[in-house]
């Protein structure tokens, strides 16, 4: 299925969860959120939370700024 | 052995309940890298460290340095900002990005942009977003102009602390209407931090010395030639402030008086 | 640790010939009484100490406590003044006595006033004393206005060091015309301090910033509500008002520039 | 005979010295400097420098100024 | 003759589509009497005249002279302000008090006041006034901050003319913030005027050198010395800031440059 | 009718004996050529006008129009200066080749610079030629920096007029110190005149505003972008801030007071 | 009947209108607005704006302000 | 003979006057001095002042300046 991922569109498999996305982005062990269709996702639901098409979801981090 | 007396304590300062030594709150924004960014916020003394919130680099985050690799929530207090949003709507999201970012810690800075060119805050939008964020049970440091009644209004909404400019973000041009600045301290309950516009030493020093609890800078040591040794000077130069502050200066008079005795010159 | 990393000495001052790390020098007159004034000193961090030279109260003499053994001249260089003298002729004639009386050193601060309500010095009068003092072998710091020709011709005569007033001597206006002090310290080869007119810490940053070497005051601190706090503040002050000169402030500029980073907000 | 100290007339002994005037004063330890009529004596002088009649003494010592 | 350039109306300017030659707007408060009051108006050039709205004296109303006897309708263009108003609902009663007693004429100066020390007004009440004025077809003249977003926001609003303050009213401080009048300027569509702070001519100049249509002033007249005097320093003063901004001033330069030839002295 | 007030002669002011109306001086460097010269010193009402003293151009004399054909000395008091000079020896020398070029006309302009790049006047040569030029007959109108002691001497030593510096020669900052120019104002028994460094009207009115006699200046209306315009806003400005003194300012306020009646408001 | 005019009380003939108010009260010929109970009164309603019991009534004018 | 003028050497006649070298510069009408060895010569003399070998002439007037 495919799925926005901080703008990009992206090819996923269906019924991926937040935590499987992580893991096919690779994403490191840095402090972020997780947003999807502008609702935040607790890290508690990353395991059931399943995506599904055209879902928008964003990956955050810390960034330097003032 | 001055500064050692300020380090017992006898003169910390209060944010959402919490005890801070340092009055010096620096941002993170536009170092050289994230080495510099360390190096000169440990220079400042900071204890409250501002980042902003950004869509991860997907495709580079494994190898990228984290910023908050290099600036651990353990050691400091860190303060996300709402930078880049324009309506309360935009603020509010980006503040639960953050607290969800940040396991749930319920500080954020609080900035809603209505002027692409000044980045002055829109009061009415920054107002709505401090209401609607006091009331999911964030702490709200906000950004805003140098209106008296509009910072009343935001402590009135809940806010924990607020943050009058001094002069536009980055401009470097120091507190353009510092008698706005002492209006605010007069009315305020809440903490007052001058939070943008600071140049160099002195005008911390004089945010400090107009009776503002603490002040927040980015670009003033950023964008020094030497960032660290100027963080240092922050440092100091908040310190000099607030210590003038409590000691009372000397009311300015227009004519001279000489420190020297006039009287018991040799004939 | 930013305070010790100037305590290294990599940025000591050199006046005539000797080297000095605290670039606040202090005046000894106002103080309540001379415990206080010997602990504001203190707390000032300064190296040299200015003493009006003045006739002995013969009768209360034994009595009497001394300045000198509350500020030793062990531990501080004393720098006496020729407060109170309107011509060159009486200038020279006290520091004869105060090179004297404190058994042959040569530093004097030079001070021929020539006008009694602003006590501004009197050009021609103050350049006469600098050469007749340069001659019989003084080491001179002579107070002067803010005029950076008079300053260089007083470099010229081989005044030690220049310090031109930032505002009257005792009004804490702070530096009237930051402009001319610019002019005097891009111009004088020899040591520039502002002598006189600070009255809160951000002056003494500000007088620093322009890149005077030093700065010395008396009422600013004497006069406030608490002295030793204010001479606390006014070490932190000079302190950072270097720093930031060295590390080289940024540009100001008229429109602002964001701290966070405009691109990759969530959309 | 008399002289002025700090512009005060003062009957004093003939042939007196500044050492000696010292005494006379009961000055105290602290540093001081001496002029007499216009011009510092120096420490070294203070044994033989006889003061005559209508010298003027100055006593000086440091005092707080700016 | 350079008055007279400017009596041919080629600098006129425009409010609410009408047509002004006088760029000095004057209040007709704190005078002496009203003979002392239409005096001053009258040196002072003015074409629009504010006044404030009250209770008529009852008992005494036939025996005491009336401000418009003095100041006719007919001559001057008469601003009634909702001066000592606190919410958008008080201030659209009095814009609807002095509409029915100026027989319609649809001219309101909307003053909204948040704050009873300083008289800064409320920008929320003032928008939201502004708001429901225009859309009962007043003409809306509007007292704010020197907010420039704020400013913007009044305009887009339908205010016909945006006055931020230059000070706190009647503190003749002068402009605390150019910076942010130009900014004003700089966006808004609407005539800008300063309305209040101004303390003395110069003041005056330099808001229209900024860049402002115009000026609003009343204290600053009024409790001079001299009140008429004081009326034509200002005409004078506006007249003389209005044509040094269109003259476009010389660029300020950090260092000299001399008037008279280098070149050609007599060996 | 308020300009036509001054007409009247009530506050014309002596220089040197003579009576003048304009208050005004204006110089004729940096203009684009004589017509816009002529122009814009007519425009400024100015009747004392300044010119410099240097080599005629023996070849293209004949044909090249001169100066004084377009500012005649029958309707115009010619102010001849020594600018170039940086002894006492070369003004005099000036002075003497300007008295006879001008039938043996006794006013001069003494200029004596000390510093080339801030054409700063040198104090001591002033002083010296001051003496000299007043012991040879001439009426000087004395070029010195805003340092009022030196001020005082130059009084005391004949000078006709003192003329500080409100900032460098062609620099247009503006008065850099007004504390200085009100003290020389109040020391100084002959007019006091502010002769350089204004950049536009209302630095003009500021230094009436201090209590100057008058206003010398060149390059504010040579470089402005119409000269012929700043020359009328120049005028004003004059005439506003000496008008502005003299009516007597309102004391300035650090909180507000409302121009309309607090009481009476419909409840 | 009772009615309140400028925040006092006053005692009026019953029926009067704000005409007869303005004679009542024997106001002057200058520029005034009436308010009555929150609302102005035009002026052409004068001759028949009858006032009732209670009635608000504001009386206002211009002054001096700025 | 040679005199200089306003810097530039200059071949005239012997015993020329002041009038002369006028003359012979082909001067303009305008307002001017005439200095000679630094010494400015007054105008009634410029008749009889004759110019000697290697005299230092300025022609002196006015001009724009501040």
């Given at each position: 299925m495919r799925i926005i991922v901080n703008g990009e569109p992206r090819e996923v498999n269906a019924a991926l969860t937040v935590a499987g996305l992580i893991d096919v982005l690779a994403l490191g062990p840095g402090k972020?959120?997780?947003?999807?269709?502008?609702?935040?996702?607790?890290?508690?639901e990353y395991p059931e939370h399943q995506l599904g098409e055209g879902d928008v979801?964003?990956?955050i981090q810390a960034v330097g700024g003032g | 052995m001055g500064t050692l007396a300020t380090r017992d304590g006898d003169d910390d300062w209060l944010l959402a309940g919490r005890r801070f030594h340092s009055r010096l709150l620096?941002?993170?924004?536009?170092?050289?890298?994230l080495e510099q960014t360390r190096d000169a916020v440990e220079a400042s003394g900071a204890e409250i460290v501002t980042v902003a919130i950004r869509r991860t680099n997907i495709g580079q985050d494994r190898e990228r340095p984290n910023l908050l690799d290099f600036l651990s929530p353990d050691r400091y207090t860190?303060?996300?900002?709402?930078?880049?949003?324009?309506?309360?709507?935009e603020a509010i999201r980006v503040a639960r990005q953050a607290r969800a970012l940040l396991d749930g810690a319920p500080l954020v800075k609080l900035e809603v942009v209505g002027d692409d060119l000044s980045l002055y805050p829109d009061g009415l939008e920054t107002l709505r977003a401090t209401e609607r964020l006091v009331a999911e049970g964030f702490w709200v440091l906000v950004y805003t102009t140098d209106d008296p009644v509009l910072a009343q209004r935001l402590a009135e909404a809940g806010a924990h602390a607020v943050m009058p400019l001094a002069a536009p973000i980055g401009s470097g041009l120091g507190i353009l209407n510092p008698h706005n600045i002492r209006l605010i301290v007069e009315r305020c309950r809440v903490p007052v931090l001058v939070d943008a516009g600071v140049g160099t030493a002195s005008d911390a020093a004089i945010a400090m010395e107009l009776g503002c609890e603490a002040v927040l800078m980015n670009t003033a040591i950023a964008s020094a030639r030497d960032p660290v040794l100027m963080a240092q000077a922050m440092r100091d130069a908040v310190i000099a402030g607030r210590r003038a502050y409590r000691a009372g200066r000397m009311a300015p008079k227009s004519h001279a008086s000489a420190s020297s005795p006039r009287r018991d010159t040799a004939a």
């Open positions: 972020r959120a997780i947003e999807c269709n502008g609702r935040v996702i607790p890290k508690s979801v964003e990956v | 620096v941002g993170t924004g536009k170092y050289r890298d860190i303060l996300p900002n709402t930078a880049g949003c324009r309506t309360a709507e």
